[in-house]
């Protein structure tokens, strides 16, 4: 059970972010003391309270957890504002509307215990029981945000968004968690990923929540929320693998096309398809220039960590370099367009075949344009590469 000094650090604290749970917040919490009194853990319940104005806060306090008032609104400011003042070496957290089972935590402790950093639940492993998750949640949004979690961070678990979870609260907090809204969940995995830590996956069991009030989850919403975060945070699928696809189909097109007009399958490629495969080089070499710009101030502002490749290669590039290969193709496409009306001038500036002047200018337009992309993108990677001092806020402050 919980000690009676609450200063003292515990083994474990489960905590509940809580916002007008009155209907629900007094089992879960006795579920939970139950649970702490069975195993002889020793433990806290702390109740991380997101301005409750429904008495949740005086049913916490009446029945012994400790309740902790989070300044700020959101679910990952209330989750923040809770593993910040537990007590406990490992942390338990999941909502307290009495839909996760606070009475069998055994497996998590146990996961903690051997060394894991962050335990993750997993409800289709463990049963979900009839109206506990909506079917739009169950067959849709969980299966796909969990499968593109997987696939872009590779943290080996299947139910990426399960809000019953364990983890070992100063690897945690390691991690300098962000977001304060319903993308801390994938924040949470995501770094934690990044970080290389050890995580591991349990069954759980998820039943209908006890709430008469809807829930505070928005669907679609909450959905794009947590999905453009996962984006954000792989900019390789996000910039470099649609970049690097679009510059190469569109430059090969272009250069082939360049030498003349081609057929395939009985369908005719010609100048009006360098046209559009020049604008699809464009928006490639643009999405590889904001992989670039994005990892630089990510990384700088640390959002994303560094791999010894990555370091390695930011060592050996500069601004001076960025700004002579956008020159060179700057000047490249210039004197395509001399050439071009140095031949017109040859024809005493007399009318020209439409599709030979196309196919010439489209080459020197574009080499202009990555030209001056790349020297724009230069001169900015020189202002977020630029070295200096770091301001304490309370410098600004007092300033």
Excluded at 43 to 65: F, M
Aim: hydrophobic fraction near 45%; charge should be neutral.
């Amino acid at each position: 059970m919980s000690p009676s000094n609450d200063t003292e650090p515990v083994e474990l604290t489960i905590l509940m972010p809580c916002l007008n749970e009155a209907e629900t917040l007094e089992v879960c919490i006795r579920k939970a003391q139950g649970f702490l009194a069975r195993t002889g853990i020793s433990g806290e319940v702390l109740v991380s309270d997101n301005g409750s104005t429904d008495g949740s806060q005086k049913i916490a306090t009446d029945l012994g957890a400790r309740v902790s008032d989070a300044p700020r609104r959101g679910y990952g400011a209330a989750l923040i504002n809770g593993i910040e003042t537990a007590r406990g070496r490992y942390v338990i957290m999941a909502d307290a509307d009495d839909s996760y089972d606070f009475e069998h935590l055994e497996p998590f402790v146990e996961r903690l215990r051997a060394g894991a950093d962050l335990v993750m639940g997993n409800r289709f492993a463990g049963g979900i029981a009839p109206g506990a998750m909506p079917p739009l949640h169950k067959y849709l949004g969980n299966p796909v945000l969990s499968a593109i979690g997987q696939l872009f961070f590779r943290p080996g678990v299947r139910d990426f968004h399960c809000g019953l979870r364990g983890f070992n609260r100063e690897r945690m907090l390691e991690l300098h968690l962000q977001t304060t809204g319903m993308e801390f969940a994938s924040e949470m995995v995501v770094k934690s990923s990044l970080a290389r830590y050890r995580i591991e996956e349990v069954p759980t069991t998820l039943k209908k929540d006890g709430r008469s009030r809807p829930p505070h989850l928005r669907s679609w919403h909450d959905g794009w929320r947590h999905l453009r975060f996962l984006l954000i945070f792989a900019p390789r699928w996000l910039f470099v693998y649609p970049g690097l696809v679009a510059f190469f189909l569109g430059a090969i097109a272009v250069g082939i096309l360049s030498f003349g007009g081609v057929e395939v399958a009985g369908v005719g490629f010609d100048v009006t398809t360098m046209v559009y495969a020049s604008a699809l080089c464009v928006i490639g070499y643009q999405s590889l220039l904001f992989f670039w710009l994005t990892k630089l101030y990510a990384t700088q502002e640390g959002f994303l960590p560094t791999s010894a490749r990555y370091r390695s290669v930011v060592a050996s590039w500069s601004a001076e370099r960025g700004l002579l290969i956008g020159v060179g193709l700057f000047l490249i496409g210039v004197v395509i367009g001399v050439v071009q009306v140095l031949r017109w001038g040859s024809l005493d500036f007399g009318p020209q075949d439409a599709s030979a002047v196309v196919r010439i200018a489209i080459p020197s337009a574009l080499g202009i344009m990555l030209g001056f992309q790349t020297i724009m993108m230069s001169f900015f990677s020189g202002v977020l590469t630029t070295p200096r001092r770091v301001v304490s806020a309370d410098a600004v402050i007092e300033s």
